[in-house]
């Protein structure tokens, strides 16, 4: 187990000897997440770090249980000396403070209305070199297991002619997930899992590709469940287990149900909004007048 040091927060080396001075803002952010890592003594077992390219474009593609998950996987690949430019919600560029960090690490806004400019930018940093962190489940999976996956990672391997890096995170969610109030408890434990890269074969398709990383991500994950060194404290804290390993989280066909009530919430609340606004608008023009 490795927990983060004072030493590695101002570590000389730990980025390597060469360093692009563009990175210099995500250099900063990732000591500073030391930090953060430090004085909340998490307990992180990282395996597979190895099958990071030294060098070259790959897709590093993890399930996702927690919104700390980016921290923990780009964490996997400093050994490597690698940064990962992940992909993300456009409106988290859009805030105010995370916003501009998001950009000056060069990470990649998704905007779901417009999908393919996101695509065509992260073909380009994988033809450029660059490792891109891709969550396929498109979302936190409240139910602990693997979502279905969307095909956009398979298919940017195979469009930019890299291998995918499968990968698999567990519990960051006990410290901040989805519906759950943050818990700064000292001392949790954080596994992470790479696996072999998988090159996509000369001609074979997206849905093939996507398959056969699912099939490594889902035992990844297993893996990660069953030698996670801590275990609930009682019958109140099953939940971050899923049902098949005896907790009380959603099963797959409740947090799908749940995802789909919030989607549906969340385009209620942009309706509502861009009414508001055109009310604000309409009223701002007839005082005017």
Known sequence: MYTASWRDVVRGDLFGRRTDPRDRPYRIVIRLALVVFRLLRLRFDVRGSEHVPASGGAVLCSNHVSYLDFTFLGLAALPQHRLVRFMAKASVFGHWLAGPFMRAMQHIPVDRKAGAAAFDAAVRALKDGQLVGVFPEATIS???????????????????????????????????????????????????????????????????????????????????????????????????????????????????????????????????????????????RRRRG
Do not use: C
Not at 196 to 214: D, Y
Not at 244 to 266: C, F, K, M, Q
């Open 142 to 284: 409240q139910s602990f297991t693997v979502k279905d996956l969307k095909a956009g990672a398979a298919r940017m391997a195979i469009d930019a002619g890299v291998p995918i890096i499968p990968a698999a995170v567990w519990g960051g969610h006990r410290v901040f997930t989805k519906k759950r109030p943050v818990d700064l408890t000292p001392g949790r434990a954080v596994t992470v899992l790479l696996g072999e890269p998988i090159t996509p074969e000369p001609g074979e398709p997206p849905a093939a590709l996507l398959a056969r990383t699912r099939t490594v991500m889902e035992a990844l994950l297993d893996e990660a469940q069953r030698t996670y060194p801590q275990q609930p404290a009682g019958p109140e804290d099953l939940w971050w287990l899923p049902v098949h390993l005896g907790g009380t989280a959603p099963t797959l066909e409740e947090a799908n149900a749940r995802d789909s009530a919030d989607a549906a919430g969340h385009r209620r609340k942009a309706r509502t909004s861009r009414r508001a606004r055109l009310r604000a608008r309409l009223t701002g």
